[in-house]
């Protein structure tokens, strides 16, 4: 399957910062909460690595996720490749908090009947892709375990890997911990592009999902994003 295709340079990238205010914004603006969000993200996320690997019926595909709304976003997202018919695995970093996002869904998954062990449980050598949900933007180097040894397993597997937002362990921002980060194949970032991304070996091809946030959160960079998001809900970004 192939996506629209833009330039970087078309695309404005929003600093973590940024896109938390965009968050905060949304949700007094408009009533968005991050829940409805990250329900977008997953299913964003599923449909495109159903696209990916030309169809997800019967393949084998291992969900990393850590305890954040990163995590949030790779279980919703296994919900959906669980509907598909992908034979959906979770390898996840239980929450401390039994009432976040993520770990509301990871009850949701678990009595869906996906099976859920405790990363980095459950990633090897069998599945055909693995989705990294396991630190997204807000992450803070270095890494404190178990991090470091969920990350070394995803690496060693050899499986392709599709990141969700950031390959875990990059800093969103300035790119640091890239050699140390998991080396995706493919990176589909949500709302916007973040600045570390650009030039990063370990992203993979990059690609940015409309997940429902208002451009209009964005004031000067809004109209750009927004001719985006008209191109495709789904574009790829190109040199």
């Known amino acids: ?84 018919g992908a034979l959906v695995r979770a390898s996840i970093v239980v929450a401390r908090d039994p009432n976040s996002l993520a770990a509301r869904h990871a009850l949701t998954i678990t009595r869906l009947g996906i099976p859920v062990a405790e990363a980095p449980q459950s990633i090897d050598l069998s599945a055909d892709v693995i989705v990294d949900g396991l630190f997204g933007i807000g992450v803070r180097l270095p890494l404190r375990d178990p991090g470091p040894a969920i990350i070394q397993a995803m690496n060693a597997s050899r499986v392709p890997i599709v990141a969700i937002d950031v390959p875990s362990g990059l800093d969103a921002d300035d790119g640091a911990g890239g050699q140390s980060a998991v080396h995706a194949t493919a990176t589909i970032t949500l709302v916007a592009p973040k600045p570390g991304l650009r030039g990063a070996a370990n992203a993979g091809r990059v690609f940015v999902a409309d997940i429902g946030m208002p451009a209009t959160v964005f004031s000067t960079d809004g109209d750009a994003l927004a001719g985006v998001y008209q191109i495709g809900d789904v574009v790829e970004l190109t040199n």
């Open 1 to 84: 399957m192939t996506w629209p295709a833009v330039p970087w340079g078309r695309v404005p990238t929003m600093s973590s910062a940024t896109l938390r205010q965009a968050d905060e914004q949304a949700r007094t603006q408009f009533g968005i909460e991050p829940i409805q969000l990250m329900e977008v993200a997953g299913w964003q996320a599923a449909r495109f690595i159903d696209g990916f690997l030309d169809g997800v019926r019967g393949k084998r595909v291992i969900v990393v996720a850590g305890s954040g709304n990163n995590g949030g976003d790779a279980l919703a997202a296994a919900r959906f490749l669980h509907q598909r």
